[in-house]
């Protein structure tokens, strides 16, 4: 009964709308074609005016309210110096689209709202106007001559390379399928040479050039290891690629370059955020509170689960997605202790083993510097020691003093470790020491006796040269008497054949 009710109703309507217009039509005869077309036009254009008012205010409104869902803004702005400038750049040229938008679409529909009556105008036909073009053409060129400038600016600003001599922090992304190979410059802080001839899969899969004095303290991270990076300090990066195109994108810090095979390139950029400065800010965003795992709404928020990424920017390949790595920004006291945890490649893997391009050369400038650090601590430590008579910090060991074969004379390559060593004794002029010679028990005693103390003073002698008074020091020769290890393995003699420096006393 009532779907009948229903029916009916809707069917009246119709007919009343069918009959209205029936008695408009009626109606339109009477008065005249003319008048109607008048007041249609009328209605056009009022509703052509509420149309464009409800427009534009919709398009201004929207931009404002989804502002945090758009790049350079909200928790899309840039993590790094240059990514401001960039984003300065999108902003201005929206600002001057926007300005132009607005400025077309008011003229447009109020010329439509303005002329809605205008009988017997005709519009004037221009078929060419050189004053309208000047201007159409001037104002887009002039507009556009300034964002390409400030482009140039900022282009300039990230693509200038760095002074090597400047303070900034080198790293190196291989890109391969599928996965980058990441190589820090070390303690020098650059990255050494390579040569793709030098590439061997199992021991050197980048090429490093191993005699590049560079090369030699280089950092390898390990496949799936963060790229950590210090804050507030330029980063170099160079990148390169060994089998297709991949692409190096941070966009968190507006970082994209491509990795070309046979084509190193580079980018600079400077992180302005740590990663958990980056979290805290999302951390203010309702969206970033949802559960970051939907599936687990106890779990971590999107923003504690937030980290910068690196990504392959290039369709490389079917495992392309694989390219993804973590990058963390920490502050600089951080990334120190981090960097100084790691070990440099050539020296752990490569130093002293067959594939030691170097093998035969007996130090290097890095091992020099490292064994002058281990020094400085041991002469400390020893000088602190000398009222501890249980303690056996006094006593240090020559590592890198060689003799020439059966003889008492230095070979040069001992003088790097003796002439810091006289440094250092300059620096505590106050202790006296004992310079003693070992021998493994191979040989005659007394001989051995002799030899060994001819060598303390060989090495006494190249410490007075080097300023330190004879008679701060007493030479000593042990001879086979004082072994350190047994005498009966090979490794045990080596041990044993030595040159040693005891603080004896401190004044
Ligand atoms: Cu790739």
């Known amino acids: 009964m009532n779907y009948l009710i229903g029916l009916l109703i809707f069917t009246l309507i119709i007919v009343i709308l069918l009959q209205v217009s029936k008695?408009?039509?009626?109606?339109?005869?009477?008065?005249?074609?003319?008048?109607?077309?008048?007041q249609r036009n009328n209605n056009t254009a009022f509703w052509m005016m509420v149309f464009m008012i409800v427009f534009l205010l919709g398009t201004v409104f929207s931009a404002y309210y989804y502002k945090d869902s758009m790049l350079g803004y909200g928790p899309w702005a840039s993590s790094s110096e240059h990514g401001s400038e960039i984003d300065s750049m999108f902003n201005i040229t929206l600002i001057l689209t926007g300005i132009v938008f607005i400025i077309t679409h008011i003229l447009t529909f109020w010329y439509s709202y303005k002329y809605r009556q205008a009988k017997g105008n005709k519009p004037i036909f221009l078929a060419h106007d050189t004053k309208l073009e000047l201007i159409w053409t001037a104002i887009p060129a002039v507009a556009m001559a300034f964002l390409v400038a400030k482009g140039l600016v900022v282009w300039n600003n990230v693509m200038t390379d760095l002074d090597p001599t400047e303070n900034y922090v080198e790293i190196e992304a291989t890109g391969y399928q599928f996965a980058w190979d990441v190589r820090y410059g070390g303690k020098d802080g650059r990255v050494g040479n390579k040569d793709f001839r030098l590439i061997d899969l199992a021991s050197n899969s980048l090429g490093i050039d191993f005699t590049d004095t560079l090369s030699q303290d280089d950092i390898l991270l390990g496949?799936?290891?963060?790229?950590?990076?210090?804050?507030?300090?330029?980063?170099?990066?160079?990148?390169?690629?060994?089998?297709?195109?991949?692409?190096?994108?941070?966009?968190?810090?507006?970082v994209k370059m491509d990795a070309v095979p046979g084509l190193p390139t580079y980018f600079s950029f400077k992180p302005?955020?740590?990663?958990?400065?980056?979290?805290?800010?999302?951390?203010?965003?309702?969206?970033?509170?949802?559960?970051y795992d939907p599936k687990d709404p106890e779990g971590p928020k999107r923003w504690e689960a937030f980290e910068y990424e690196l990504a392959c920017a290039e369709l490389c390949g079917k495992g392309h997605y694989s390219m993804r790595r973590v990058i963390?920004?920490?502050?600089?006291?951080?990334?120190?202790?981090?960097i100084a945890e790691k070990q440099p490649f050539y020296l752990t893997n490569i130093r002293g083993t067959d594939l030691d391009p170097l093998k035969d050369k007996r130090l290097l400038p890095s091992e020099i510097k490292m064994r002058n650090t281990e020094l400085n601590k041991l002469v400390y430590d020893a000088v602190n020691a000398v009222n501890d008579s249980a303690s056996t910090a006094t006593t240090i060991r020559f590592k890198n003093v060689y003799y020439e074969t059966g003889s008492?004379?230095?070979?040069?390559?001992?003088?790097?470790?003796?002439?810091h060593m006289a440094g250092l004794l300059n620096k505590y002029s106050n202790v006296k020491v004992e310079v003693s010679g070992h021998t493994d028990n191979v040989g005659d005693s007394a001989a051995n006796r002799e030899l060994s103390r001819q060598r303390a003073q060989s090495v006494v002698n190249r410490l007075v040269q080097k300023g330190i008074s004879a008679d701060r020091m007493v030479v000593v020769g042990y001879g086979d008497s004082r072994p350190a290890e047994t005498n009966d393995t090979e490794e045990g003699r080596a041990t044993n054949r030595r040159t040693e420096l005891r603080v004896i006393s401190k004044s």
């Open 272 to 291: 302005t955020k740590t990663t958990q400065q980056m979290r805290k800010e999302l951390s203010k965003y309702p969206e970033w509170n949802e559960p």
């Open 328 to 338: 963390e920004i920490v502050d600089r006291d951080t990334y120190k202790a981090w």
């Open 23 to 38: 008695i408009s039509q009626v109606a339109a005869k009477i008065r005249g074609e003319e008048e109607v077309a008048m």
């Open 223 to 254: 496949g799936s290891d963060k790229i950590v990076l210090p804050v507030d300090t330029m980063v170099r990066v160079a990148i390169t690629s060994k089998d297709v195109l991949h692409n190096f994108y941070l966009p968190h810090f507006r």
């Open 408 to 419: 008492a004379g230095l070979e040069s390559d001992s003088y790097f470790e003796l002439d």
